[in-house]
Structure formats: structure tokens, C-alpha cells
């Protein structure tokens, strides 16, 4: 084998791992969700079949002739790829939790095997190319050198061209299929070997069973965005509600007809807050986070000539608006497609009458979204007497929400915490609805509205907020654990 060719090998079978590893991610999210522990076990999981893969195929390739070993290979570690799609949307769909236990062993059923096989091909080839000790070290580095510039050409291809261009499901199948074919060749190459027949022959077949399966499986998702898994469902209690899930989480309900509609607890309470904190007619609004953009349907429905500027970071988000869920944008609904943290530092200085937060990565809201840069950044875009209001997830101990409300303390005058009292007193999870202002909050209007339509929230303002959250942290751009406060409040 020329040496164009065994490094050929090696960058494209490394190459293939790591796309297979980001799209793990987007495989999985509909059944575990997208979070930092979703990522982690990809990673780790991926990282194990390497490591093992590398071994075992160092121990076959010196007691078995490798020229027998590399196109099996390849056919097998490619039809192991096509079977992650049917793999995981089969297990996928009997979990009934996304938490870290489930996560790992859905990672291990659909990405562990390939990532194994996979792997067994570069020392496989380092010892096919090892015809001189005296040039061991060059040959093990140029082929080492080649397999991870192999991998990070993966990870580009997938992150910044795949993701975008075609399904998640479609980008593993033709990788698998690219790899069971070039094991065939590399196969018939290298000569056919007949003890490696059987093993190709079942290869193919399993490739063409998974492809088959891959094909009849149920798509989970209606709409697959570069950040999301996404269905609109028809709500059977109301003709024109419409609910817009991402991964496994409902995010947002619009009633086609009627804009001013709110379903969720949350959206109410914010529109609560509104009517209590801001002065009658219209408003100049940034909203962090557009889902489905209820609140700013909402507001142009209640408040005529409202402006709403909407930081949403998935484009794809926008287009289900617009196609499923009847949105309209125009000079007083204006996207602003792009990450939120860097949009808010863009925004003029005392821009907004109001900024409201309700941006999700799974449950959490993203750690660069909670922190005092943040929140300065927020203050800064308000006018004199602006309010901020936001929506945050949370269970016992409530170590973020707590958190949120003690860095909201540093950095606003006015801090308003509203939840049930189930809520508050930890018995329980759920959202909490948090408000800060640069000028003091008027306590009892927010909570003469919210009472007069929802009597078992509570309204916690200034020193009670600040002795509910009690020692908590403030969250620093250098220290934010979100998401493994919240992971950990689930396992309690």
C-alpha cells in the first residue's frame, strides 16, 4: 500500500469519527435533550471507543495480516455507523428521562461500536507501513499527524457544513454507505482475502438491514434546525393553539387567532409584570430568546405600536414561525438572528422600555445569559425605569434560581422574585418569574395584578427576594455551573 494511500485511510476514518461524534449530539436530543451532559457522554462515549479501538487493533494487526484486516474494517465500522440512526431512535423512544444514567447508555447504544471499529484502522495501518525500525518514529508521526488533521476536519465539516445542509440522519447514512463501499474496495485491493468473505458479506448485509430500518423508522422531527429537533402540534382543546416543542421540551404556545392567548403560567405572569411595571400605550422591547414569539405577538396584539426586537440565535426557529405558527415580522417585529449575549452588547444604550429573558438550552437557561456581565449589559440598554423580567427553570434546592436572583441584586436597584409558594419553599420545581428594575419596583402593584388573576402566586420584592436567595453566589462570566446545578437538583 503507497504511503498516499495509508494516510488517505487514516484522515478519513478519523475524519468520519468526529462527524459521527457532533452529530451524536443531534441524534440524540430528541429523546435526552441538548445539554452540557448530552455532549459530555457523546464525548466521553466516543472517546472510549477511540481509545479501545486503537488498542485492539494494534493487538489484531500484529497477529493477524493487516491486509486482510482493512477493508473488513471499514465495512464493518460502516455498517455499524448506518445502524446508529435505527439504534437510537429505537432505544431513544423507551427513555422516559434525559437524565445522566440514560444519556450514557443511549450514547454507548448508538456511537460506542463504530468509534471502536473505526478506530482499529490506524495502527492497523501503521503496521502495514512499518518496513524499517529505523523509520518508525517518522511513519507512526506523519500517520498520527494525518489522523487528528483527519479529525478536525470531521468536527469542521460537521459543525459548519453538515448540520446545515442536509438531516442528521441523511449526513450519517451517507457516511456509512461511503465506508461499506470503500471497504469493499480497499478489500478487492488488497486481494480478496477469503477468510475476511464472510465477514464482508455480513457487513453489507447489516449495512443494507440498517439502511432499510434507518429509512422505515419514524422521524422524530417535523423541522430539524441547526440548533433544534422541532414539532408544531395542534392543540385538541383549541382549534388554532398551536404548541412548539424543541427536543423534548414544549417551548412555546400561539394561538393563531388569538394573539393576546397565553397558555403557559410563565407568559401570563410576564404579562402581569408588564401591565404593573411599565406605563400604559406602546413600548420598545428586546427579547431575548424568540421560540415561537409569543410575548411579542402578545404585546403587538395589546400595546399597538409596540417595537419588538427579537434575539433569537436559530434562524430555523424564525422560518417555523413564520411557516407553521402564522408570525409576521415587520418593522415592529424584527429579528436579530445571532447568540443574545452578543446581540444585548450591541444594542444601544437606553434603547428599551423593556427586556425580557427566555432563552433555553434544554432546561437551563445558557450560563453567558445569567452572569453580572450579563446583567450589566441588560441595565445598560434600559432606559430610567426599565424593567427586566425573566424566566428561569429550577428544582430543590434551587441553587440557580437563588443564584440568578442574588447576581439580578448586584447589579439592579429593584428585585422581584414570583413563584407559588410550593415553589419558593422548595417543595417542588417549575418556573420562577424574575423582575429587576433600575428604579424601585412597586411591589404591591405587581402583586395586586398577579393576585387579581392568579391568587397562589407569591411576589417576594427587595429584602424578601434578597432573604429568600439567603448566601447564594453571584454568577461570573469566570463561574456559572448552571447546568450541572440543575442536573444535580434533578438527581435529588
Same mark, same amino acid.
Given at each position: 500500500?503507497? !504511503?498516499?494511500v495509508a494516510?488517505?485511510?487514516v484522515?478519513?476514518?478519523?475524519?468520519?469519527?468526529?462527524?459521527?461524534?457532533?452529530?451524536?449530539?443531534?441524534?440524540?436530543?430528541?429523546?435526552?435533550?441538548?445539554?452540557?451532559?448530552?455532549?459530555?457522554a457523546?464525548?466521553?462515549?466516543?472517546?472510549?471507543?477511540?481509545?479501545?479501538?486503537t488498542?485492539?487493533?494494534?493487538?489484531?494487526?500484529?497477529?493477524v495480516d493487516?491486509?486482510?484486516?482493512?477493508?473488513?474494517?471499514l465495512?464493518?465500522?460502516?455498517?455499524?455507523?448506518?445502524?446508529?440512526?435505527?439504534?437510537?431512535r429505537?432505544?431513544?423512544?423507551?427513555?422516559?428521562?434525559?437524565?445522566?444514567?440514560?444519556?450514557?447508555l443511549?450514547?454507548?447504544?448508538?456511537?460506542?461500536?463504530?468509534?471502536l471499529?473505526?478506530?482499529?484502522?490506524? !495502527?492497523?495501518?501503521?503496521?502495514?507501513?512499518?518496513?524499517?525500525?529505523?523509520?518508525?518514529?517518522?511513519?507512526?508521526?506523519?500517520?498520527?499527524?494525518?489522523g487528528?488533521?483527519?479529525?478536525?476536519?470531521?468536527?469542521?465539516?460537521?459543525?459548519?457544513?453538515?448540520? +446545515?445542509?442536509?438531516?442528521?440522519?441523511?449526513?450519517?447514512?451517507?457516511?456509512?454507505?461511503?465506508?461499506?463501499?470503500?471497504?469493499?474496495?480497499?478489500?478487492?485491493?488488497?486481494?480478496?482475502?477469503?477468510?475476511?468473505?464472510?465477514?464482508?458479506?455480513?457487513a453489507?448485509?447489516?449495512?443494507?438491514?440498517?439502511?432499510?430500518?434507518t429509512?422505515?423508522?419514524?422521524? !422524530? =422531527?417535523?423541522?430539524?434546525?441547526?440548533?433544534? =429537533?422541532?414539532?408544531?402540534?395542534?392543540?385538541?382543546?383549541?382549534?388554532?393553539?398551536?404548541?412548539?416543542?424543541?427536543?423534548?421540551?414544549?417551548?412555546?404556545?400561539?394561538d393563531?387567532?388569538?394573539?393576546?392567548?397565553?397558555?403557559?403560567r410563565?407568559?401570563?405572569?410576564?404579562?402581569?409584570?408588564?401591565?404593573?411595571?411599565?406605563?400604559?400605550?406602546?413600548?420598545?422591547?428586546?427579547?431575548?430568546?424568540?421560540?415561537?414569539w409569543?410575548?411579542?405577538r402578545?404585546?403587538?396584539?395589546t400595546?399597538?405600536?409596540?417595537?419588538?426586537?427579537?434575539?433569537?440565535?436559530?434562524?430555523?426557529?424564525?422560518?417555523?414561525?413564520?411557516?407553521?405558527?402564522g408570525?409576521?415580522?415587520?418593522?415592529?417585529?424584527?429579528?436579530?438572528?445571532?447568540?443574545?449575549?452578543?446581540?444585548?452588547?450591541?444594542?444601544?444604550?437606553?434603547?428599551?422600555?423593556?427586556?425580557?429573558?427566555?432563552a433555553?438550552g434544554?432546561?437551563?437557561v445558557?450560563?453567558?445569559?445569567?452572569?453580572?456581565?450579563f446583567?450589566?449589559s441588560?441595565?445598560?440598554?434600559?432606559r430610567?425605569?426599565?424593567?427586566?423580567?425573566?424566566?428561569?427553570?429550577?428544582?430543590?434546592?434551587?441553587?440557580?434560581?437563588?443564584?440568578?436572583?442574588?447576581?439580578?441584586?448586584?447589579?439592579?436597584?429593584?428585585?422581584?422574585?414570583?413563584?407559588?409558594?410550593?415553589?419558593?419553599?422548595?417543595?417542588?420545581?417549575?418556573?420562577?418569574?424574575?423582575?429587576?428594575?433600575?428604579?424601585?419596583?412597586?411591589?404591591?402593584?405587581?402583586?395586586?395584578?398577579?393576585?387579581?388573576?392568579?391568587?397562589?402566586?407569591?411576589?417576594?420584592?427587595?429584602?424578601?427576594?434578597?432573604a429568600?436567595?439567603?448566601?447564594?453566589?453571584?454568577?461570573?462570566?469566570?463561574?456559572?455551573?448552571?447546568?450541572?446545578?440543575?442536573a +444535580?437538583?434533578?438527581?435529588?
Amino acid at each position: 500500500m503507497s !504511503p498516499l494511500v495509508a494516510g488517505a485511510l487514516v484522515f478519513v476514518t478519523s475524519g468520519a469519527v468526529l462527524v459521527l461524534e457532533i452529530l451524536a449530539g443531534r441524534l440524540l436530543a430528541p429523546y435526552v435533550g441538548l445539554t452540557l451532559e448530552n455532549y459530555t457522554a457523546v464525548i466521553g462515549t466516543v472517546l472510549a471507543g477511540i481509545s479501545l479501538g486503537t488498542w485492539i487493533g494494534g493487538m489484531l494487526a500484529d497477529r493477524v495480516d493487516p491486509r486482510a484486516l482493512l477493508g473488513p474494517l471499514l465495512a464493518v465500522g460502516g455498517a455499524l455507523s448506518l445502524a446508529t440512526v435505527p439504534l437510537v431512535r429505537l432505544f431513544g423512544s423507551s427513555i422516559e428521562d434525559g437524565r445522566e444514567p440514560s444519556v450514557v447508555l443511549l450514547s454507548l447504544v448508538g456511537f460506542f461500536a463504530p468509534a471502536l471499529v473505526l478506530s482499529a484502522v490506524s !495502527p492497523t495501518v501503521v503496521k502495514l507501513q512499518l518496513r524499517d525500525l529505523g523509520a518508525t518514529g517518522r511513519v507512526v508521526g506523519r500517520l498520527s499527524a494525518l489522523g487528528t488533521a483527519g479529525a478536525i476536519a470531521g468536527t469542521f465539516l460537521a459543525g459548519f457544513v453538515l448540520v +446545515e445542509a442536509a438531516p442528521t440522519s441523511t449526513s450519517i447514512f451517507v457516511i456509512g454507505a461511503v465506508l461499506v463501499v470503500a471497504g469493499l474496495a480497499l478489500w478487492a485491493f488488497l486481494g480478496r482475502s477469503p477468510r475476511a468473505a464472510p465477514l464482508m458479506a455480513v457487513a453489507v448485509a447489516a449495512g443494507l438491514v440498517a439502511s432499510g430500518l434507518t429509512a422505515a423508522a419514524e422521524d !422524530p =422531527c417535523q423541522v430539524e434546525t441547526v440548533y433544534h =429537533c422541532a414539532r408544531v402540534i395542534a392543540d385538541p382543546q383549541r382549534p388554532t393553539g398551536r404548541l412548539l416543542q424543541l427536543d423534548t421540551l414544549s417551548h412555546s404556545y400561539v394561538d393563531l387567532a388569538e394573539p393576546a392567548y397565553l397558555q403557559f403560567r410563565y407568559t401570563n405572569l410576564f404579562a402581569d409584570v408588564i401591565d404593573a411595571t411599565t406605563p400604559a400605550g406602546r413600548l420598545d422591547v428586546i427579547h431575548v430568546g424568540g421560540g415561537g414569539w409569543t410575548m411579542p405577538r402578545y404585546l403587538r396584539a395589546t400595546r399597538p405600536g409596540t417595537v419588538s426586537q427579537v434575539f433569537e440565535i436559530d434562524p430555523g426557529l424564525v422560518d417555523i414561525s413564520r411557516d407553521r405558527l402564522g408570525l409576521e415580522t415587520g418593522a415592529d417585529l424584527i429579528p436579530r438572528i445571532g447568540d443574545g449575549r452578543l446581540s444585548m452588547a450591541h444594542a444601544a444604550a437606553g434603547d428599551a422600555d423593556l427586556v425580557v429573558g427566555d432563552a433555553f438550552g434544554g432546561l437551563a437557561v445558557p450560563w453567558h445569559l445569567t452572569t453580572v456581565e450579563f446583567v450589566e449589559s441588560v441595565r445598560r440598554a434600559l432606559r430610567p425605569g426599565g424593567v427586566y423580567v425573566l424566566n428561569v427553570i429550577d428544582y430543590p434546592p434551587l441553587r440557580f434560581a437563588k443564584a440568578e436572583v442574588a447576581t439580578l441584586l448586584r447589579v439592579f436597584e429593584s428585585v422581584a422574585v414570583l413563584a407559588p409558594t410550593g415553589l419558593l419553599d422548595g417543595d417542588r420545581g417549575g418556573n420562577f418569574v424574575l423582575v429587576a428594575g433600575n428604579q424601585p419596583l412597586d411591589g404591591a402593584a405587581i402583586n395586586a395584578e398577579v393576585r387579581a388573576r392568579r391568587g397562589e402566586e407569591r411576589v417576594l420584592v427587595d429584602s424578601e427576594a434578597a432573604a429568600w436567595a439567603g448566601g447564594a453566589p453571584i454568577l461570573t462570566d469566570d463561574k456559572a455551573p448552571v447546568d450541572q446545578w440543575l442536573a +444535580e437538583s434533578r438527581r435529588i
